[in-house]
């Protein structure tokens, strides 16, 4: 998702910007079963009377905001998209393609939770489109899932892949989390091996944060947690030598693929592409403008029905800053960027050189194996 960027006041006038030029689409669904303490994307407890106002908002979002844009790429995220019912789904679907020109769709991402997993869910799925599901893992160990708040175990995590895989999904991304508070090198290792088992074309990697509104942060905060930069840059080494092993290339710091399995979504955000993003909180990205939507589901369904943007912030994005967010984002995949964007930071690039972070990759340059451990300050730096 894009950098937070100081905004202006909110807008809510009736009038939006074009999202014609808009060839990535992604949907917010707040919804989860249970909120887990480390996730600070907004979310929401499914509850009854929430859903089905929250699926006509979004498709009225669609018709007012996004009507005949051609995505390529899709992806709904949440919270849990598939805490939605089938027939929440169905209704989704329908009309989201009644306002969009689905023929160019290459590739059409859902998140879901292995506790939301079902042969009926599966193939209504695969019948709307989609061809790719994320499926969030964090952990194979009962006692750290349970730490997380997952609602899930790692018996159901092999049941619900297999459902994918028989209802027809041949790319497959799980999720997983290291520097988890008393994670072990051992139980890290462990959840890697378990993970590659089951062969998915995909896997995240990602190290824990402590975000502000969450639960880990105010546990961080009384002294109940502590954050080891040392200990999670052992974990990633180790990810990412487990995972080279395992055929999973690394194409940016927490992603990994087997050959041709990366994620064209994400790559799209990375690389800098505009991007619509409907529902409460979805941020957008078009042309010189960004903007957010709302994060209050209550709220986000209130604006809609009564016909003005749902829009907290917005901004127009300067040249300069969308370059530089272009260089930090590029910098992240290892594949790195021209050398020729980072011009005009020459006494940056000379420093970053200098001090073992930054090296030649070919005709490019990128992040060393320990720039990437420095990445986000990295990125504050160019930004």
Same mark, same amino acid.
């Given at each position: 998702?894009?950098?937070?960027?100081?905004?202006?006041?909110?807008?809510?006038?009736?009038?939006?910007?074009?999202?014609?030029?808009?060839?990535?689409?992604?949907?917010?669904?707040?919804?989860?079963?249970?909120?887990?303490?480390?996730?600070?994307?907004?979310?929401?407890?499914?509850?009854?009377?929430?859903?089905?106002?929250?699926?006509?908002?979004?498709?009225?979002?669609?018709?007012?905001?996004?009507?005949?844009?051609?995505?390529?790429?899709?992806?709904?995220?949440?919270?849990?998209?598939?805490?939605?019912?089938?027939?929440?789904?169905?209704?989704?679907?329908?009309?989201?393609?009644?306002?969009?020109?689905?023929?160019?769709?290459?590739?059409?991402?859902?998140?879901?939770?292995?506790?939301?997993?079902?042969?009926?869910?599966?193939?209504?799925?695969?019948?709307?489109?989609?061809?790719?599901?994320?499926?969030?893992?964090?952990?194979?160990?009962?006692?750290?899932?349970?730490?997380?708040?997952?609602?899930?175990?790692?018996?159901?995590?092999?049941?619900?892949?297999?459902?994918?895989?028989?209802?027809?999904?041949?790319?497959?991304?799980?999720?997983?989390?290291?520097?988890?508070?008393?994670?072990?090198?051992?139980?890290?290792?462990?959840?890697?091996?378990?993970?590659?088992?089951?062969?998915?074309?995909?896997?995240?990697?990602?190290?824990?944060?402590?975000?502000?509104?969450?639960?880990?942060?105010?546990?961080?905060?009384?002294?109940?947690? $502590? #954050?080891? /930069? !040392?200990?999670? @840059? %052992?974990?990633?080494?180790? +990810?990412?030598?487990?995972?080279?092993?395992?055929?999973?290339?690394?194409?940016?710091?927490?992603?990994?693929?087997?050959?041709?399995?990366?994620?064209?979504?994400?790559?799209?955000?990375?690389?800098?592409?505009?991007?619509?993003?409907?529902?409460?909180?979805?941020?957008?990205?078009?042309?010189?403008?960004?903007?957010?939507?709302?994060?209050?589901?209550?709220?986000?369904?209130?604006?809609?029905?009564?016909?003005?943007?749902?829009?907290?912030?917005?901004?127009?994005?300067?040249?300069?800053?969308?370059?530089?967010?272009?260089?930090?984002?590029?910098?992240?995949?290892?594949?790195?960027?021209?050398?020729?964007?980072? $011009? #005009?930071? /020459? !006494?940056?690039? @000379? %420093?970053?050189?200098?001090? +073992?972070?930054?090296?030649?990759?070919?005709?490019?340059?990128?992040?060393?194996?320990?720039?990437?451990?420095?990445?986000?300050?990295?990125?504050?730096?160019?930004?």
């Amino acid at each position: 998702m894009p950098l937070l960027l100081k905004t202006e006041s909110p807008k809510t006038e009736n009038s939006a910007p074009t999202a014609q030029k808009a060839r990535h689409l992604y949907i917010h669904i707040p919804f989860c079963l249970q909120i887990c303490p480390y996730c600070s994307f907004y979310k929401d407890l499914a509850g009854p009377g929430k859903a089905d106002p929250l699926v006509e908002a979004v498709v009225r979002e669609a018709e007012r905001f996004g009507r005949g844009i051609a995505p390529r790429t899709i992806f709904i995220g949440g919270g849990t998209p598939t805490a939605l019912s089938v027939s929440q789904l169905e209704r989704l679907f329908a009309g989201l393609r009644e306002q969009m020109d689905f023929t160019r769709v290459e590739e059409f991402t859902i998140e879901m939770n292995p506790a939301t997993v079902t042969k009926r869910k599966a193939e209504l799925l695969r019948r709307a489109g989609v061809n790719r599901v994320s499926m969030g893992v964090q952990s194979w160990d009962p006692d750290l899932l349970k730490l997380l708040g997952r609602v899930h175990d790692a018996e159901q995590v092999r049941r619900s892949f297999a459902i994918l895989r028989r209802a027809g999904f041949d790319n497959l991304n799980l999720d997983l989390i290291y520097g988890i508070p008393g994670q072990t090198l051992a139980q890290w290792e462990e959840s890697i091996r378990q993970t590659a088992a089951l062969r998915p074309e995909h896997i995240s990697a990602y190290c824990l944060t402590y975000e502000e509104d969450t639960e880990f942060f105010e546990r961080q905060a009384r002294g109940e947690f $502590a #954050e080891d /930069r !040392d200990s999670d @840059a %052992g974990f990633f080494e180790r +990810g990412v030598a487990l995972l080279g092993a395992a055929g999973y290339g690394q194409y940016e710091i927490s992603n990994y693929a087997q050959a041709g399995r990366q994620c064209h979504h994400n790559l799209a955000y990375w690389e800098g592409a505009d991007y619509l993003g409907l529902g409460p909180s979805a941020w957008s990205t078009v042309g010189e403008r960004r903007w957010q939507n709302v994060p209050d589901t209550a709220a986000y369904v209130r604006a809609i029905q009564a016909g003005v943007r749902p829009v907290r912030d917005e901004e127009i994005l300067p040249a300069a800053t969308r370059e530089a967010e272009k260089i930090a984002f590029g910098l992240r995949m290892n594949a790195g960027i021209d050398p020729a964007r980072l $011009a #005009e930071r /020459r !006494d940056l690039v @000379a %420093g970053l050189r200098a001090e +073992g972070l930054l090296e030649d990759h070919g005709p490019r340059v990128r992040l060393t194996d320990r720039g990437r451990l420095l990445a986000d300050e990295i990125a504050s730096e160019l930004i």
